[in-house]
């Protein structure tokens, strides 16, 4: 059978896609390429994806309802979806709020829709986010927190896409599950991302600026270990039984919420210090005050990815920096 990865030119979707794939798994690929980051990235990405007889790409908009739609009817044997496409960007929310709409809701619910109509449907995972949690102050993080106070557009349209996936769930008994990711790092990165952009920086001599001082901890996660959460929460989809998991009065059997991280919560300049020692070069560091849509801290509760697929995050950020600068010099010719 064949599995539906959207935003699979994109870093997180092009390592679920190359996994699936080197597991003999049939992969369909859409991305729309845009220009949020540059392009040549992700032409690099689906290169290599192409090199497997089993992968197929449509470049396509996924809130262009029309396009999807025609991509699955053309691919009867669908029956899982893998949904990373997204308008990605806490900060970019404040400058283009239009996109985080149409990509982030729209686009998840032309995804909602395709997947009820397919006969063959085992399971729909998508991407949610850390973020949701906006001004939670009690760690680490849990599932049953509340998460009604968003500090970001972008987490407010990743929270919607959670609560139209439950009622599509509880309407329709559309097995889903929601993977709250936490600061995703490694090769073929988001150069958006603090350790990509940091790299960069640090390499060309120029500034790069840390918030308070580089005292924020973040839960960073390796991408590999993300890989592996996703693929094995693929793997055991929602039954429609009353679990454990399904917390709170009301909550649908056929949708489920988890955290996926790496269960460590470290200082960014903990981040910058492995990435000067990686590269060789000491980084020039700006301070300024925490802007209003950062979070002083994340860290990740995984017991219950844990319990239900035997997840457990193995990568320390002392070994995944210099994974992803051996990549980032290669990349860049550095």
């Known amino acids: 059978m064949t599995v539906l990865v959207t935003g699979a030119a994109g870093f997180i979707g092009y390592h679920v896609a190359e996994r699936l794939l080197s597991m003999g798994e049939e992969v369909v690929g859409v991305d729309n390429l845009n220009t949020y980051y540059d392009v040549t990235l ?14 197929r790409f449509h470049k396509l908009d996924v809130s262009d309802r029309e396009a999807v739609g025609a991509v699955v009817a053309a691919n009867p044997g669908l029956d899982r979806i893998v949904h990373l496409a997204a308008q990605a960007g806490v900060r970019h929310s404040l400058i283009d709020p239009w996109s985080y709409i149409q990509s982030n809701v729209m686009g998840h619910l032309v995804v909602l829709e395709v997947a009820r109509h397919l006969p063959k449907l085992r399971h729909l995972v998508y991407a949610s986010t850390s973020s949701v949690y906006g001004a939670n102050r009690e760690l680490p993080f849990r599932e049953t927190d509340r998460v009604d106070t968003p500090i970001s557009l972008y987490a407010a349209t990743k929270r919607a896409d959670e609560l139209m996936s439950h009622s599509y769930a509880h309407l329709f008994s559309l097995p889903q599950t929601a993977l709250r990711f936490f ?3 490694g090769p073929w990165g988001r ?16 500034p790069i600026t840390l918030y308070e001082g580089g005292e924020l901890r973040r839960d960073f996660t390796y991408v590999d270990d993300i890989v592996a959460g996703v693929v094995g929460a693929l793997a055991v989809p929602p039954d429609g039984r009353v679990l454990a998991e399904n917390v709170g009065e ?44 950062d979070v002083p801290e994340t860290f990740a509760a995984v017991d219950k990815i844990g319990g239900l697929t035997g997840f457990s995050p ?14 980032f010099r290669k990349w860049h010719a550095v």
């Open 250 to 293: 009301g909550a649908s059997p056929w949708a489920r919420i988890m955290n996926i991280g790496n269960h460590r919560s470290e200082k960014v300049i903990d981040l910058v210090r492995l990435l000067e020692e990686s590269l060789g070069r000491k980084a020039i560091i700006r301070t300024a005050p925490r802007p209003d849509v």
């Open 314 to 327: 193995s990568v320390r950020l002392s070994e995944g920096v210099p994974r992803f600068v051996a990549w």
């Open 191 to 206: 150069p958006d991302m603090a350790c990509y952009s940091f790299a960069r920086a640090i390499v060309a001599g120029e």
């Open 42 to 55: 992700k032409q690099g990405r689906l290169d290599q994806l192409a090199r497997h007889p089993g992968f």
């Open 183 to 185: 600061t995703v790092y």
